[in-house]
């Protein structure tokens, strides 16, 4: 601290220079001198010193004295300026510290004691805090960004956020089918979509910043709307407005990520572990479901319904390269809707070419969808009239286990994001497509699964 700090509050006369004239509050144990340096506390601390000094504007060099905080500096729990504001409170007395009952005093004696009113007015003074919003500079530690956003470190999601800070502050909130389709027919820009380049919708009661950690904390988390509108101070409405509108720009920007590579890239990156049996692999498939809430209409109901999870789901298709990363995410369908359904009709096949080779497990009958494009199914062999599998295709299996097991490990990340992996709201079912469009994309910055 500097030599010379003095209390900005307006009714304090103490400063350092003059330790004789110092007056110090009961509640006070040391008298220090405080300042805060971030942005978004120092306009809480203004707020607050206004109410005694209306055209006060707090700037980093400023300091506040122990009398205005209610036990003597800030805390977590009291982060702000708070007693002896104005100079109608600062004739009020010190709010009195607690002190544990004595031996010989029982706590309903304690009870007993006569409440001053000087004392429940400090009282109320403790009880009005402006609660602050959650902001990602809260989270400090490397491992609670990988929890708590699925980004590896810090400057991950700074460099991924800075990618489309410039764009989000143009695009359009999403206000209801209804309201952002005629918004849409008066505009002249075509591109002027939710998710896409517009005017901001609602009133700024976030940050961008904040925004996309509130996306990337459902994302991640799961949490529901109304707990992400506690943690940032926000409606619910508002928070599903900025999730919808989010969600849909980020799979619109990052798709890109969700890449089909060449063969030529394929050959040129394939592991050691596949070019001595399968050097032709393509792509490893796999199907996947999602548990969703029991839709009330009975066709949909039937159309939801998965015999293999016992539950309504939806279902949608992943590719990865042999290196593990996902090249091919199809869109969401009923979970009633078989394997060899979704390739057939998820626009897969326009993907492979004549002599590839594609990796799935026993349960995709595709084999003659493939053999029209050409293209070679590699699948662990089966029993044969119930008999004992031979030495061979017990081999086979094993080798394709060891090298199909990528595609499993490549679900698991995405079902990492626990939006994913609980059981989806049925009024997330419209935005699934660009959730799973967006969990796959982050996927993707990590590092491949083999080497």
């Not at 504007?57 to 805390?75: D, Q």
């Not at 991924?160 to 089918?177: I, P, R």
Request: proline share 6%; charged share 25%; hydrophobic share 35%.
């Amino acid at each position: 601290m500097g030599k010379y700090d003095h209390c900005c509050v307006g009714s304090c006369s103490n400063t350092r220079s003059r330790p004789q004239l110092i007056k110090k509050r009961s509640h006070v144990t040391e008298m220090q001198w405080f300042g805060v340096s971030n942005e978004e506390k120092r306009k809480l601390w203004e707020r607050q010193i206004q109410k005694g000094r209306a055209d006060f504007k707090m700037t980093i060099t400023m300091k506040v004295c122990s009398n205005h905080f209610t036990e003597g500096r800030p805390t977590p729990s009291n982060p702000i300026p708070i007693l002896f504001l104005t100079p109608s409170d600062y004739n009020v007395r010190s709010p009195q510290k607690r002190t544990a009952p004595t031996r010989n005093e029982t706590p309903s004696s304690s009870k007993k004691r006569k409440i001053n009113p000087e004392d429940e007015e400090a009282n109320k003074c403790e009880d009005q805090q402006t609660p602050i919003p959650l902001a990602f500079n809260q989270v400090t530690r490397e491992s609670d960004v990988r929890c708590f956003t699925g980004f590896v470190s810090t400057q991950m999601f700074k460099f991924v956020f800075s990618h489309v800070e410039k764009k989000a502050s143009h695009m359009l909130y999403w206000k209801g089918a209804k309201q952002t389709s005629e918004e849409q027919a008066h505009s002249s820009d075509y591109f002027n979509r939710p998710g896409l380049y517009n005017r901001p919708g609602p009133n700024k009661k976030l940050t961008l910043e904040q925004e996309f950690f509130l996306v990337m904390l459902r994302l991640r988390m799961g949490l529901l709307l109304q707990d992400l509108a506690f943690r940032f101070q926000v409606s619910n409405g508002l928070a599903s407005q900025i999730f919808t509108t989010w969600i849909k720009l980020l799979s619109r920007e990052f798709k890109f990520l969700i890449l089909w590579p060449t063969r030529a890239d394929v050959k040129q990156a394939l592991p050691e572990s596949f070019k001595k049996f399968y050097p032709k692999t393509r792509a490893i498939i796999d199907c996947t479901e999602v548990f969703i809430e029991t839709p009330s209409s009975l066709d949909t109901q039937a159309m939801c319904w998965s015999e293999y999870k016992h539950h309504c789901t939806v279902k949608f298709l992943v590719a990865i390269s042999p290196t593990g990363l996902i090249s091919y995410v199809s869109k969401a369908y009923g979970g009633r809707a078989s394997d060899k359904f979704i390739v057939e009709n998820s626009g897969f096949l326009n993907l492979i070419e004549p002599y590839d080779q594609i990796m799935a497990d026993r349960g995709f009958k595709i084999r003659d969808l493939l053999a029209n494009a050409q293209t070679t199914l590699t699948i662990p062999p089966s029993c044969r009239n119930a008999l004992q599998m031979r030495k061979e295709d017990v081999q086979a299996t094993s080798r394709i286990a060891n090298v199909r097991i990528y595609v499993e490990q490549a679900i698991n990340r995405l079902k990492w994001y626990r939006i994913l992996s609980s059981e989806m709201e049925m009024t997330l079912l419209p935005l699934c497509d660009d959730i799973i469009i967006t969990c796959s994309a982050f996927c993707n910055l990590l590092d491949p699964l083999t080497a």
